[in-house]
């Protein structure tokens, strides 16, 4: 009796349950990788913006202190972002006629605010703090990257909660004094204090799964 299936049966079976395989375990790996990739998620985006706002040459090559524009910092929730007139405190004299600058110059004019696109925009039932992180010693630069270096500002960390619960988990090495958490380029030295010792200059305790979970009600 003649065989029902070629001997090429067998191995044209053999492909299709590999591939089929392939595709499920495939399709189960983009499924659960996929959200959680950088891609995703932004980062490393540089974010296009009304004005191309280097802080690259404004903080790094000026000097210009964060806390200039970004002055609610400290007593907020919110860092704010710099009205129109901050910025021409020094563009009504430098580049005055930059076309670059336009933006800036037609929004002082008619009296309306630029629209700077967010670059971290956390999801809506996410409270954060900022002045309650800078004033226990957590650095600009632990959440947002070194953005003094950045030509273009763009997301440099995932922000997710498990960012933030890594941290509160075990902050002491994300501490750093008070005079340099506004530092992009500090890094802890021989006179640094311990992880340990900032945690009790802070008055930081066991509550830190506690103060997340208020951070992210």
Not at 5 to 32: D, E, K
Not at 112 to 121: F, L, Q, Y
Not at 181 to 210: C, E, K, Q, S
């Amino acid at each position: 009796m003649a065989a029902v299936f070629s001997p090429r049966a067998n191995v044209i079976v053999t492909v299709t349950i590999i591939g089929a395989v392939g595709v499920i375990v495939g399709g189960c790996l983009w499924w659960f990788a996929w959200p959680r990739s950088d891609y995703v998620r932004h980062v490393g985006w540089a974010i296009q913006q009304p004005v191309p706002f280097s802080h690259q040459h404004h903080v790094a090559g000026l000097g210009i202190d964060c806390r200039f524009c970004h002055s609610s910092v400290e007593h907020s929730a919110q860092a704010s972002l710099p009205p129109t007139f901050t910025c021409m405190t020094c563009h009504s004299q430098i580049w005055t006629n930059a076309a670059l600058l336009a933006e800036v110059r037609n929004s002082l004019a008619d009296n309306r605010p630029i629209v700077w696109a967010r670059v971290t925009d956390l999801p809506d039932y996410v409270y954060f703090n900022h002045s309650i992180h800078v004033s226990k010693g957590v650095g600009c630069e632990n959440c947002h990257g070194n953005v003094a270096r950045m030509p273009l500002t763009y997301k440099a960390r995932t922000l997710t909660m498990q960012f933030c619960l890594d941290c509160h988990r075990d902050p002491g090495p994300n501490l750093r004094p008070l005079a340099n958490v506004y530092d992009m380029d500090w890094h802890p030295d021989g006179a640094t204090p311990h992880p340990a010792d900032l945690m009790r200059a802070y008055h930081i305790g066991g509550r830190n799964l506690t103060e997340c979970s208020i951070c992210h009600r």
